[in-house]
T-cell receptor
Framework: EPEVTQTPSHQVTQMGQEVILRCVPI?????FYWYRQILGQKVEFLVS????????KSEIFDDQFSVERPDGSNFTLKIRSTKLEDSAMYFC????????????FGPGTRLTVL | DAKTTQPPSMDCAEGRAANLPCNHS???????VYWYRQIHSQGPQYIIH???NNETNEMASLIITEDRKSSTLILPHATLRDTAVYYC????????????FGPGTRLSVLP
């Protein structure tokens, strides 16, 4: 069964450093998403991406964040200058061409900012 | 904010049916009811979704009341591996619409 994959599973970084989180969505999906979950809190939407541009973003997704689909398979989330409060699980998700239906989530990347 | 209300926690005996309620009294006509679950800190896992008819798949059944103001997710024979946080989400039927997660119900399946 096809699945969303994410790398790395755990990333440790120093405050102020740039990090790139990588995702490989399900191959025939065209809608891509990033969510995050701070430890003990709710899953929060960050951004959606379709046709090589951002469709929607939340208030959390400020100028420190960017997304990119550098090739036909990868979808990345970049945090330019990490803060302590960026420590969280980051989940990538994808959905099929209609975007109406369920989103399939990856296993997540645990980001720890020291 | 999430448009649903769920009990914060529930217990269920292994092998018994788990019935998880959800209230969505302000649901709109174009909004579907989705259920996801999250085991430990893994990514949310899709379970089932529906508009107004009852739905069943290999994982669960979804019962939606006639007025669509509430629903129940049924896991027919709960196992220990079903211990997770279950999220009930209402979502408009739009292109690329994101999901808004609430705190969910923490289901503990007890041996």
């Amino acid at each position: 069964e096809p699945e969303v994959t994410q790398t790395p599973s755990h990333q440790v970084t120093q405050m102020g450093q740039e990090v790139i989180l990588r995702c490989v969505p399900i191959s025939n999906h065209l809608y891509f998403y990033w969510y995050r979950q701070i430890l003990g809190q709710k899953v929060e939407f960050l951004v959606s991406f379709y046709n090589n541009e951002i469709s929607e973003k939340s208030e959390i997704f400020d100028d420190q964040f960017s997304v990119e689909r550098p090739d036909g398979s990868n979808f990345t989330l970049k945090i330019r200058s990490t803060k302590l409060e960026d420590s969280a699980m980051y989940f990538c998700a994808s959905s099929d061409s209609g975007g109406y239906n369920e989103q399939f989530f990856g296993p997540g990347t645990r980001l720890t900012v020291l | 904010d999430a448009k649903t209300t769920q009990p914060p926690s529930m217990d269920c005996a292994e092998g018994r049916a788990a019935n998880l309620p959800c209230n969505h009294s302000t649901i709109s006509g174009n909004e579907y009811v989705y259920w996801y679950r999250q085991i430990h800190s893994q990514g949310p896992q899709y379970i089932i979704h529906g508009l107004k008819n009852n739905e069943t798949n290999e994982m669960a059944s979804l019962i939606i009341t006639e007025d669509r103001k509430s629903s129940t997710l049924i896991l027919p024979h709960a196992t220990l591996r079903d211990t997770a946080v279950y999220y009930c989400i209402v979502r408009p039927h739009n292109y690329g619409q994101n999901f808004v997660f609430g705190p969910g119900t923490r289901l503990s399946v007890l041996p």
